[in-house]
């Protein structure tokens, strides 16, 4: 069985920062590209950042580049999004997806970027 579970999100203040984990089972992990994607009330599903499956390239929406990293550990079939400098505009639930043949998409974490 498939899945990947998403932690770390909560209600941060502007300029403060997080981290999220995802935590992947079911599949070859270190063969797929991860990605993290985000979706704000009322807006489509957009795509943050991507890592190969070699974690050696990466690459992030415009909006983010400089504040976010994304980084993955195989040994422990994980993804990491770490987020700096944040925004009230990075307000979302925030979806970590895999793939290669097929895609998988984890439940999602709620991130809250409020003073």
């Known amino acids: 069985q498939v899945d990947l579970v998403e932690s770390g999100g909560g209600l941060v203040q502007p300029g403060g920062s997080l981290r999220l984990s995802c935590a992947a089972s079911g599949f070859f992990f270190s063969i797929y590209v991860m990605s993290w994607y985000r979706q704000a009330p009322g807006k489509e599903r957009e795509l943050v950042a991507t890592?190969?499956?070699?974690?050696?390239?990466?690459n992030y929406a415009d909006s983010v580049k400089g504040r976010f990293t994304i980084s993955r550990d195989s040994a422990k079939n994980t993804v990491y999004l770490q987020m700096n400098n944040l925004n009230v505009e990075d307000t979302a639930v925030y979806y970590c997806?895999?793939?290669?043949?097929?895609?998988?998409w984890g439940q999602g974490t709620q991130v809250t970027v409020s003073s």
């Open positions: 997806n895999a793939h290669r043949t097929a895609s998988y």
């Open positions: 890592i190969s499956s070699d974690g050696e390239s990466t």
